[in-house]
């Protein structure tokens, strides 16, 4: 280590002992002080080499482990030279520290080239989480990463395992995120299109590599970068994989060749155990699953990553279940599994309703809910625009933060005309492309009662073309929603409320609405600040998929200086 950085890691040392109480309630919680470069660098993760954002070297970032009730420190310094970038704790609900959250805009001013920022929070329960970047469209550039938390030694969870291994399921594609965002963003509307390859733990391979250029450079199948991904088991031992999708886009079905899984933890939620021959995971969705390593271990097996929901474009992505006694790197002798087939809507349906809790950690929903927002999801125009909205209004980000806005008092910085609680559900026909596709833009904001149980229903609809509607996971910070119900067709507010499950639903961060369906959400607000509720598609977020929810800001402590600055918010200047 350089002495300098040795010396700003003992100072940050004694910070953090400046900082801790001296004798803490639970006697074992560590604290882990974690340095992060942010940093492009050129990388190869499907044979294709261009420019990736890095965390210290690494895309997928380092992998973050803790126990639960471990606080975590990441010193983040930002070496992107021209772009700003702030980092979400995916599934971390900041409880106490909703400065921490990492939503550019949201609860921070970015953080900008050259400095640094610290991110300080606790994981308050075990399980699979992630994080990834919250400015722009830079999740998709590589910025993203996984987070276990463990449980307590003596505690003991509702399954058994021998080993525990990590999958982050991805999306690739060869265009900068500058260069997608701003075709996004033109007038003459330039989609993403399907993404080049999928990518399991950061590799992948790009079917076109000998295409890509008369210069070799740019593509090399024989790049170690590019090898696969192995996962390497004992016979006759039981695994546990936690896994994660940062995908972009695209909704996956991961199967893992002649072996079925077990579902038993969604989200951080154990889930009553499923088993099932193939995944479906949504991007910001988490999944423990255990597998027997229990086939003929003379071979290897394919864990293959198939694109469902959308028409793909893209090959099935590959990663080898590398029996022990084989040559890790040795394919299988079949093909990969296809997965089932992409449109068959039913198939993904049918799995999402048998997510639901382990009978032994059930926590009951409230029985009624004092609100119920209806969001209609809708893909729209805006003067020629292309964009998605929800309730007729497309989401933009303010240029000051809103946690800062409502904590220091600054008014007129984002729209005070209250956002709609519903639409016009009785005469709007999900089923066709709308008369009149024009939507508005606005950055109000829903206040929500602190305390209070909110019911909030997804409904999906037709988008701009014919006989088309989309998947949208969508994904809440700061609290954790049951998953009351989902439904095909339109969500009747008379009726369908009867039928919600609030005997054993699941909580989870992030849930998807199915094309032409609802999905209906219940929590409560009891976290005070200001958290993002958003579509976690990429593209979809940023061309306006979100909506804002403040909850107890008055409780939330003094603001850190650090996220302040940018907008019409100010540091606090002192004078000596
Ligand atoms: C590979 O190249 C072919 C021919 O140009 C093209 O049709 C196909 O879409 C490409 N596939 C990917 C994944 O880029
Ligand atoms: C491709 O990568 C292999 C392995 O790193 C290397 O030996 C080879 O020279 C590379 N080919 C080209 C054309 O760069
Ligand atoms: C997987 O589950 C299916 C359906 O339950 C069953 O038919 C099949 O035999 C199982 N496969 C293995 C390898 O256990
Ligand atoms: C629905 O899911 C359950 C549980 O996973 C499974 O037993 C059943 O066969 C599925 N039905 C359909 C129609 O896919
Ligand atoms: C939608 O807005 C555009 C201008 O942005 C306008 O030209 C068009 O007439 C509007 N469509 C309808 C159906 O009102
Ligand atoms: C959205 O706004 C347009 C233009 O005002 C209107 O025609 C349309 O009915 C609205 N749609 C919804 C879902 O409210
Ligand atoms: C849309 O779906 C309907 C009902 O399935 C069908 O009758 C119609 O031909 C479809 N239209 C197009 C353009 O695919
Ligand atoms: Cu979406």
């Known amino acids: ?35 992060w470069e942010i940093k492009y660098a050129f990388k190869s993760p499907d044979c294709f080499t261009k420019l990736v954002i890095t965390i210290n070297g690494l895309s997928p970032g380092p992998t973050i482990t803790a126990t639960q009730g471990d606080t975590i420190v990441v010193v983040v310094t930002n070496l992107l030279e021209t772009e700003n970038t702030a980092i979400h704790w995916h599934g971390i609900r900041q409880i106490g520290t909703p400065w921490s959250d990492g939503t550019g805009g949201v609860t921070q001013c970015p953080i900008q080239p050259g400095d640094t920022f610290v991110y300080k929070f606790v994981v308050d329960r075990p399980g699979t989480y992630m994080y990834h970047a919250h400015y722009g469209m830079q999740r998709s550039a590589g910025l993203h990463g996984m987070i276990r938390v463990m ?3 003596e505690t003991k969870e509702p399954f058994d ?11 690739w594609w060869h265009k900068s995120a500058q260069e997608q965002a701003a075709g996004l963003a033109a007038l003459n509307f330039g989609w993403v299109g399907e993404p080049q390859s999928l990518l399991i733990n950061g590799r992948g391979k790009f079917i076109n590599c000998s295409l890509a250029g008369a210069n070799s450079n740019v593509c090399n199948i024989s790049n170690p970068e590019c090898s696969p991904a192995v996962i390497t088991m004992i016979p006759g031992k039981i695994y546990r994989l936690r896994i994660i999708s940062v995908s972009s886009l695209s909704a996956f079905n991961l199967e893992l060749e002649g072996h079925n899984m ?4 969604a989200d951080g939620s154990y889930v009553n155990p499923v088993a099932v021959k193939n995944l479906n995971i949504y991007s910001g969705e988490s999944y423990s699953v255990l597998i027997k390593a229990d086939q003929d271990p003379s071979r290897n097996y394919w864990v293959a990553l198939n694109v469902v929901s959308r028409k793909p474009g893209t090959p099935t992505g590959t990663a080898i279940l590398n029996y022990f006694s084989n040559h890790p790197s040795k394919s299988p002798p079949t093909r990969p599994p296809i997965g089932p087939s992409w449109n068959d809507v039913l198939y993904r349906f049918n799995q999402s309703l048998a997510i639901r809790s382990h009978p032994n950690y059930i926590e009951p929903p409230p029985r009624t809910s004092d609100r119920v927002i209806i969001f209609l999801n809708t893909q729209n125009k805006i003067n020629g625009y292309v964009k998605w909205a929800v309730n007729n209004v497309s989401f933009t980000l303010p240029d000051t933060p809103y946690l800062i806005a409502l904590k220091e008092k600054l008014t007129h910085v984002f729209s005070q005309k209250p956002a709609p609680e519903t639409y016009d559900y009785k005469s709007y026909d999900i089923g066709i492309v709308q008369p009149n596709p024009n ?18 229903i997804l409904q999906n609809a037709n988008t701009l073309n014919v006989n088309n509607s989309e998947t949208h996971p969508w994904h809440l910070h700061g609290h954790d929603f049951w998953v009351v119900g989902y439904g095909l067709g339109k969500f009747d507010p008379e009726s369908d409320p009867k039928r919600y499950n609030l005997v054993d639903p699941i909580k989870k961060n992030t849930v998807p609405l199915h094309p032409y369906g609802w999905t209906a959400l219940r929590f409560r607000a009891d976290n005070p600040g200001v958290w993002a509720f958003h579509c976690h598609v990429e593209a979809h977020f940023f061309m306006g998929m979100g909506v804002v929810f403040e909850t107890g800001v008055e409780k939330v402590g003094r603001l850190p200086e650090s996220i302040l600055g940018c907008g019409k918010s100010k540091k606090h200047t002192s004078y000596p």
């Open 1 to 35: 280590m350089k002495s300098s950085s040795f010396f700003f890691f003992l100072f940050f040392f004694l910070l953090l002992l400046s900082l801790s109480p001296p004798s803490s309630s639970i006697a074992e919680a560590k604290t882990h002080l974690l340095k």
């Open 151 to 153: 449980v307590p030694q």
């Open 161 to 171: 395992y021998d080993y525990d291994r990590s999958i982050v399921v991805n999306d």
């Open 439 to 456: 939507a508005t833009t606005s950055n109000s904001l829903y206040k929500l009662d602190y305390g209070s149980t909110v019911d909030i």
């Open 262 to 265: 077990t579902i038993v933890e």
